[in-house]
């Protein structure tokens, strides 16, 4: 049985639809990341997965129950890592976890839970007194401390370092190898493509690829152009350049099936005006440059209601 089956969910407020037809399923020990722009949809299909959001329609299974239904039984072998959460401020970190420890039935040692999260030298120091990153790191805790089958992360990293942004992923690497299943959501595609066994890309609450990463990338027969324009020299109208165009600074991203065509046009203007091209280079796509497509074509020509247009291999 999978951890997660989502059957045509939607979910709709007045007239706005939120969620128009979802269709994934989430393996168990699979890192599942959900992908989209804002007001994709993103949030309200976790919440109704949480059981925190009643749905209009579709079916939702997770870990064999109807999230709706707030079973105690599931509620207790799933682990939730909100974008944003509130603490009482007096509790020391370490008295925090061990209270949220005592809500589960089965849970890990509250000692080696803020060692896992990096957060042993606070361990007796006051919330009030954490950084931003800390308190991610805090919410990383208490979502761990009741031993999760399957956990929510929100945006986990928002706010780390690098070094403790890697940590994290670290984590979450270390949580797959344990059979632990994780959905996760973030705007890093960075981090989906270095964390993510598969990602869903939801664009007007509607799925437009689903994949592994590397499915994702590798069947695109295009090429990103990538070029630096001179800050004096922003305003001008480019060429004529087939494909979709990222940034609107020096910094530019061509996306294209043609990229020889592309590089002669663009270095033929700007040596027609005496302008130095800086990082000219063409690479394979990343899951970045996927994404912008897919967002920018979706937004361009919407899908039917309900319409699934999975790119890669979804199971």
Same mark, same amino acid.
């Given at each position: 049985?999978?951890?997660?089956?989502?059957?045509?969910?939607?979910?709709?407020?007045? $007239?706005?639809?939120?969620?128009?037809?979802?269709?994934?399923?989430?393996?168990?020990?699979?890192?599942?990341?959900?992908?989209?722009?804002?007001? *994709?949809?993103?949030?309200?299909?976790?919440?109704?997965?949480?059981?925190?959001?009643?749905?209009?329609?579709?079916?939702?299974?997770?870990?064999? /129950? #109807?999230?709706?239904?707030?079973?105690?039984?599931?509620?207790?072998?799933?682990?939730?890592?909100?974008?944003?959460?509130?603490?009482?401020?007096?509790?020391?970190?370490?008295?925090?976890?061990?209270?949220?420890?005592?809500?589960?039935?089965?849970?890990?040692?509250?000692?080696?839970?803020?060692? +896992?999260?990096?957060? *042993?030298?606070?361990? $007796?120091?006051?919330?009030?007194?954490?950084?931003?990153?800390?308190?991610?790191?805090?919410?990383?805790?208490?979502?761990?401390?009741? $031993?999760?089958?399957?956990?929510?992360? #929100?945006?986990?990293?928002?706010?780390?370092?690098?070094?403790?942004?890697?940590?994290?992923?670290?984590?979450?690497?270390?949580?797959?190898?344990?059979?632990?299943?994780?959905?996760?959501?973030?705007?890093?595609?960075?981090?989906?493509? /270095?964390?993510?066994?598969?990602?869903?890309?939801?664009? /007007?609450?509607?799925?437009?690829?689903?994949?592994?990463?590397?499915?994702?990338?590798?069947?695109?027969?295009?090429?990103?152009?990538?070029?630096?324009?001179?800050?004096?020299?922003?305003?001008?109208?480019?060429? #004529?350049?087939?494909?979709?165009?990222?940034?609107?600074?020096?910094? =530019?991203?061509?996306?294209?099936?043609?990229?020889?065509?592309?590089? /002669?046009?663009?270095?033929?203007?700007?040596?027609? =005006?005496?302008?130095?091209?800086?990082?000219?280079?063409?690479?394979?796509?990343?899951?970045?440059?996927?994404?912008? +497509?897919?967002?920018?074509?979706?937004?361009?020509?919407?899908?039917?209601?309900?319409?699934?247009?999975?790119?890669?291999?979804?199971?």
């Amino acid at each position: 049985m999978a951890a997660v089956e989502v059957d045509g969910l939607r979910k709709v407020y007045g $007239d706005l639809v939120a969620v128009d037809g979802l269709s994934f399923t989430i393996e168990r020990g699979e890192v599942f990341a959900l992908l989209g722009p804002n007001g *994709a949809g993103k949030t309200t299909t976790v919440e109704i997965l949480e059981g925190h959001r009643a749905r209009s329609g579709g079916s939702v299974r997770v870990l064999g /129950h #109807d999230p709706a239904a707030r079973d105690p039984q599931l509620l207790a072998r799933i682990g939730i890592v909100l974008q944003e959460a509130g603490f009482e401020e007096e509790f020391t970190v370490g008295e925090l976890v061990r209270l949220y420890a005592g809500m589960y039935p089965r849970r890990l040692p509250v000692d080696a839970v803020v060692e +896992q999260v990096g957060l *042993a030298d606070k361990r $007796d120091a006051r919330v009030k007194t954490l950084s931003g990153g800390q308190r991610r790191r805090l919410d990383l805790a208490l979502g761990l401390v009741g $031993d999760p089958e399957l956990l929510f992360l #929100d945006e986990p990293t928002t706010g780390f370092d690098p070094s403790a942004r890697r940590r994290a992923w670290e984590l979450v690497d270390g949580l797959r190898d344990l059979g632990t299943t994780v959905l996760l959501t973030t705007h890093y595609m960075d981090e989906a493509e /270095h964390l993510a066994d598969r990602v869903a890309v939801v664009v /007007h609450g509607r799925l437009v690829a689903l994949g592994a990463p590397g499915e994702l990338t590798g069947g695109q027969r295009s090429s990103v152009v990538t070029f630096r324009l001179p800050h004096d020299r922003m305003a001008e109208p480019l060429p #004529d350049l087939d494909g979709l165009l990222v940034g609107d600074g020096p910094e =530019r991203r061509l996306t294209t099936t043609d990229p020889l065509r592309a590089l /002669h046009r663009l270095t033929g203007w700007a040596l027609s =005006r005496g302008m130095a091209l800086t990082d000219l280079g063409v690479h394979r796509p990343s899951l970045e440059d996927v994404y912008l +497509q897919l967002v920018g074509d979706a937004a361009a020509t919407p899908a039917p209601a309900g319409a699934q247009v999975p790119t890669g291999a979804g199971r």
